[in-house]
């Protein structure tokens, strides 16, 4: 007999990115805002801050649209045991917009802040607040170099994507980040007392680097951005 049992295949869907907003200020303050973002549908937000403060802890992020926003990693102190590098995440289905509040909690950061907000389409959607997407993370800082690299795990898939963000005190309006091999640089604030700089690459490297044009201490977080799978059709009849 003959069953028409469509067997349907899946595929990875390729992960995309587009650029929200990059900014910063010198300003010594415990509070700073981004300007307005509008974050799609069911897309990854990535949002990297470099600050430095005299307790510091790590801020907290509100806004953008988002009901909530998680805490992917954050980088030893560097620089002094003043500045930290801190990665979050945010995903919902149907997001809003408006300003990203980052907030140190009265911890005035003496060395200002930068940040810099992107999305990641075709991505898994699955877990909580984006926590699907993220397969893995890691950190690492050094007290004073032109380059820095973050080390990850073999990745689970081909088709997940890589994603790094770096942080550093340098102090000058000439301040210039350099991707990785095979990387594209997302954004570059420079010209505050915490720089920072974000690339990605659509594929796997599991050495997350970045160069600095001049030495300094700096602090990194990479990770692995794992690929949504679809049904891409079917392979026609079973026979039997």
């Not at 587009?18 to 990854?44: C, E, F, K, M």
């Not at 430095?52 to 992020?61: E, I, M, R, S, Y």
């Not at 300003?99 to 909580?128: H, L, M, N, Y």
Request: aromatic share 8%; net charge negative.
């Amino acid at each position: 007999r003959i069953r028409d049992l469509a067997r349907e295949f899946l595929v990875a869907k390729a992960v995309t990115m587009t650029a929200l907003t990059v900014g910063g200020s010198a300003t010594d303050a415990s509070s700073y805002t981004t300007a307005s973002i509008a974050p799609g549908a069911n897309q990854l937000v990535l949002a990297a801050v470099a600050s430095g403060g005299t307790a510091p802890t790590g801020p907290t992020l509100s806004g953008g649209g988002m009901t909530s926003w998680t805490q992917v990693a954050q980088t030893a102190l560097y620089n002094s045991s003043q500045n930290y590098t801190t990665l979050f995440r945010a995903l919902q289905a149907s997001p809003g917009s408006g300003t990203v509040t980052i907030d140190f909690a009265g911890d005035v950061q003496e060395a200002g802040c930068s940040w810099s907000i992107a999305q990641f389409d075709g991505v898994d959607t699955s877990g909580t607040n984006g926590s699907g997407a993220v397969v893995q993370s890691a950190t690492n800082t050094v007290a004073s170099g032109t380059s820095l690299t973050v080390t990850l795990a073999a990745f689970g898939s081909a088709n997940n994507a890589t994603y790094g963000c770096f942080g550093t005190n340098r102090w000058t309006g000439t301040t210039q980040w350099t991707p990785g091999a095979g990387f594209t640089e997302i954004h570059e604030k420079v010209g505050d007392w915490a720089n920072v700089a974000s690339e990605w690459r659509a594929d796997n490297d599991t050495t997350v680097d970045m160069t600095l044009a001049g030495a300094s201490s700096i602090g990194g977080v990479a990770i692995e951005i794992k690929a949504a799978v679809a049904a891409a059709g079917v392979t026609g009849p079973i026979i039997f």
